[in-house]
């Protein structure tokens, strides 16, 4: 297991405001996202080297000083939009919509033309890659995603074969189009699943309450679990660094369960498998930043510190003084902002946008929601939610992060 610091101190400082007074935060100026052959002609390198041109959340997520915070949502193309409800209508199969490259670039470009993010993410689904290494999967209106034979014993693992791209070609395809179509305004993010999540779904056979299946294997199978996990990073390794090359900017890596792990067993079962990842990616891909998040992370924070990512994504549960204190001026956050505060009076909104912006401080942040965009959301709050982001600017940026905003 690896040794992890209990407790960081960023060393973080901050003058007051008359405009915003808030004792732990940053204050903060407010103006007016078996081998097979591919047939796809892609090599796994990436070229992509730093800019003084790259968009605003690649600028943040490295480091560079930025005049204020890039901003975008998790699932900001989805449900919570009329024109993609009118979409899905014509279009009533998830997969079709999330599989086929025109409606793919159609729901991805829906939020970027409505409320202008600074990220724009690809419409896709953690599960996309499953069936290009042998994992089939349905998704059903009521069960959600549903593998219909689990891998839990070695026969089960046969099924397993070396990514095949050609497979993904539709991902790579949109990815090309939404770099053309966003052009340097915004960067465009790709996302996978972590080992763990994807594992926990294909053990599991989908969603699930409890995990005992997979819980359970770590202690009566777990040469089982290691060899599917194994699989499942070289495999989630190829598929980023794919993606990168298709265009991606930046990728997000959705550790979705890993919350549902103890701290100890999240170091011995998920952790390793992201830092695999993220090394295979960064030896071809090392300009490209790397975000992670883990749904329920607050008893994870200082342990996904040496993961190796950019930044760390913080969901609505963590303060996000706390956060920053706690991993430190290093690396980066993302986050995070209530969704239900999309559901508030738009002037409680502004004042909670304003509230985690200072605390975040005016280096390495990327505002986003705690957690994806709610059903039922209105588009008025979103809009407002980017309004806000693009109103605030930070007075002074310094390169140790310890200045003083105004």
């Known amino acids: 297991m690896d040794t992890i610091p209990t407790s960081i101190n960023s060393g973080l400082g901050w003058n007051s405001s008359s405009l915003f007074q808030q004792s732990n935060c940053f204050n903060l100026l407010s103006l007016p996202l078996k081998p097979k052959p591919s047939l796809i002609n892609f090599s796994l390198t990436c070229s992509a080297a730093s800019s003084s041109s790259d968009p605003l959340l690649v600028k943040a997520a490295r480091g560079d000083p930025v005049s204020r915070p890039p901003a975008w949502m998790m699932r900001q193309a989805g449900r919570y939009m009329a024109t993609y409800k009118k979409l899905a209508e014509k279009h009533p199969s998830f997969r079709e919509r999330s599989e086929t490259t025109d409606l793919i670039v159609e729901i991805s470009l829906q939020p970027w033309k409505a409320f202008r993010p600074d990220g724009v993410i690809i419409f896709s689904d953690i599960l996309t ?163 992670l998040y883990i749904n329920g992370n607050g008893g994870l924070l200082e342990r996904m510190i040496d993961t190796g990512v950019d930044v760390i994504g913080l969901d609505w549960t963590v303060d996000m003084a706390d956060g920053r204190r706690r991993l430190g001026s290093e690396i980066g956050v993302q986050g995070n902002v209530d969704p239900a505060y999309l559901f508030s009076p738009l002037t409680a909104l502004t004042e909670e946008i304003q509230r985690v912006v200072r605390c975040a401080g005016p280096r390495r942040h990327i505002l986003n929601l705690g957690h994806g965009v709610l059903v039922g959301t209105p588009e008025e709050a979103v809009a407002h939610f980017f309004d806000v982001a693009r109103s605030l600017e930070f007075d002074t940026v310094p390169q140790n992060n310890t200045a003083n905003v105004v």
């Open 129 to 291: 890659p499953l069936p290009a290494f042998g994992i089939d999967f349905d998704i059903e209106d009521v069960r959600g995603p549903v593998i219909q034979a689990p891998i839990r014993s070695e026969e089960g693992l046969k099924v397993l074969h070396a990514i095949d791209f050609d497979k993904l070609r539709f991902v790579a395809e949109s990815l090309k189009t939404l770099r053309k179509e966003v052009g340097g305004d915004a960067a465009v993010l790709g996302f996978v699943g972590a080992p763990w999540t994807l594992a926990t779904y294909i053990v599991e056979g989908g969603t699930t309450r409890t995990y005992t299946n997979i819980k359970s294997m770590c202690h009566t199978a777990p040469h089982i679990l290691r060899t599917l996990l194994s699989h499942l990073t070289k495999a989630i390794a190829d598929y980023v660094v794919f993606q990168v090359e298709s265009g991606a900017h930046c990728i997000q890596i959705f550790d979705s369960w890993g919350g549902q792990l103890p701290p100890h067993m999240w170091e011995l079962w998920s952790k390793p498998y992201i830092k695999e990842v993220v090394n295979l990616v960064k030896k071809k891909c090392p300009e490209t930043p790397l975000v």
